[in-house]
């Protein structure tokens, strides 16, 4: 079986993780040679020192990418959860996995502010900081997305899981 690069992209707070790692769990079961990469993990393991303005972001973002292609080249199924949201990241995934999945998480803008986990919405709308993507860093949503999934409520998540899975062939 060739392997599969799973992308799950959406705002910060939009389930991103939650979602991404349920995908991994359960493809696992049937998959051993499948890995979970979280973008708050990738930063963490190689010690990132890009910023988080729109350039150190796309630099990471792109470094994701190429991380997942060297997995998915040696036959690792790779669940992916990252912020992304740029077109040329999605692109490079799109021409250099053979078996690439795209899924767009989407949560009102009015319950990312409400669960604002880090925080990050409520300081950037009151201009106590910056470089927060859909605030003032502006995003791509992806065009070609395989499902985009409404996750504003946080509900179904094996519902949820299911349309992914359901989707790889
Ligand atoms: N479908 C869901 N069901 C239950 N809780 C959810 C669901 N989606 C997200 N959550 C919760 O919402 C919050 C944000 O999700 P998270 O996965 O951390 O977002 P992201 O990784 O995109 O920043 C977390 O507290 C998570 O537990
Ligand atoms: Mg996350």
Redesign the pocket.
């Known amino acids: 079986m060739e392997s599969n690069l799973i992308w799950i992209t ?12 349920a995908v991994y769990e359960t493809l696992k079961n049937k998959y051993v040679n499948t890995v979970f990469l ?3 993990h990738f930063r963490e393991i190689t010690g990132q020192l890009s910023s988080h303005t729109r350039e150190g972001r796309m630099i990471v973002a792109m470094q994701i990418a190429r991380m997942c292609k060297f997995l998915t080249d040696q036959k690792i199924n790779v669940v992916c ?1 990252t ?1 992304s949201l740029f077109k040329e990241v999605h692109e490079f995934n799109r021409a250099n996995n053979s078996k690439y999945y795209e899924f767009y ?1 989407h ?1 009102d803008m009015d319950e990312l502010i409400r ?1 604002d ?2 925080q990050l919405y409520t300081k950037a709308l009151k201009k106590e900081i910056e470089n927060v993507v859909g605030v003032d860093i502006a995003f791509d949503k992806p065009a070609n997305c395989d499902l985009e999934i409404d ?1 504003t ?5 094996e519902k ?1 899981v299911s349309s992914i899975i359901n989707l790889i062939k």
């Open positions: 959406g705002l910060a707070g939009s389930g991103k993780t939650t979602i991404g790692k979280d973008g708050d959860s912020i998480i949560c669960r986990q880090k996750n409520q946080q509900n179904n998540l949820k």
